[in-house]
C-alpha cells in the first residue's frame, strides 16, 4: 500500500492459530537499537529530543534505525557517538522489545553502554537534540512518575538498572523485576 524511506505498509492476508484467515494491517520496519550509556558516577546519558509526531519533547536513550547489512551492536555504537557524542569500551545485551507488535514489525535491541569516552556529535539535520546526564535514581524516579514515556527508553533503563542490581546472570530474555528505592 505504501513504501517510505524507513517503513512499507500493506494489508497482509494471515493464518492464525485457530485456523481463522484474516487480513491484518501491518507496518515492516528494518528494527533498532538503543543504549544505555551510564558513567562511572552513575549518570545515565539522556536526549531531550523534540518528536512531531509525539506532540514536542521526550526524554530517550540515543538510539536509531538499523541501517542496511549493520548488526544492532554496530548500530547501538554508531547512534550513541552520533547523537550523544559518546563511545563505550564496553557493552552488555539488555535483549529486545517489540515496540508495537499489534501493527509493527519492528523490533528494538537495547544495549548497555560503559566505560565511556566523548567524541564529535553527528546530529542529522532532522534531529533537534539536548544530550543530559541524569543520576540513575532520577530517571528511574522519571520512569515511574511520567516524565520519561518513550517505552524503548523505558524498558531500556529498567533493564539496565537490573542488569547492574543482579550483574550478568540476570537473564535479559524473560521477565527482569527492578526495585526502585
Not at 523490533?107 to 532532522?126: M, N, Q, T
Not at 543482579?166 to 526495585?179: I, K, L, R, Y
Request: overall charge negative; aromatic content about 6%; charged content about 25%.
Amino acid at each position: 500500500m505504501f513504501q517510505g524511506k524507513i517503513i512499507d505498509v500493506g494489508i497482509e492476508r494471515v493464518r492464525l492459530p485457530n485456523g481463522r484467515r484474516v487480513d491484518l494491517e501491518v507496518i515492516r520496519h528494518p528494527g533498532g537499537a538503543a543504549a544505555v550509556a551510564i558513567d562511572d558516577r552513575r549518570r545515565v546519558c539522556l536526549l531531550r529530543q523534540y518528536r512531531y509526531v509525539a506532540g514536542g519533547w521526550l526524554w530517550e536513550l540515543p538510539a536509531g534505525k538499523l541501517d542496511p547489512g549493520e548488526g544492532p551492536a554496530a548500530t547501538a555504537e554508531r547512534e550513541l557517538a552520533e547523537e550523544a557524542g559518546l563511545v563505550a569500551a564496553t557493552w552488555d545485551s539488555l535483549g529486545h522489545l517489540h515496540s508495537s507488535p499489534g501493527v509493527f514489525a519492528e523490533v528494538i535491541h537495547l544495549f548497555l553502554a560503559r566505560g565511556l569516552s566523548e567524541v564529535d556529535l553527528g546530529h542529522g539535520a532532522d534531529e533537534v537534540i539536548e544530550v543530559h546526564w541524569v543520576a540513575l535514581d532520577q530517571v528511574l524516579e522519571w520512569c515511574l512518575n511520567g516524565t520519561i514515556t518513550d517505552a524503548k527508553t523505558l524498558v531500556g533503563l529498567y533493564r539496565a538498572a537490573a542488569f547492574l542490581r543482579h550483574g550478568s546472570e540476570q537473564p535479559m530474555d524473560g521477565p527482569v523485576a527492578v526495585v526502585v528505592e
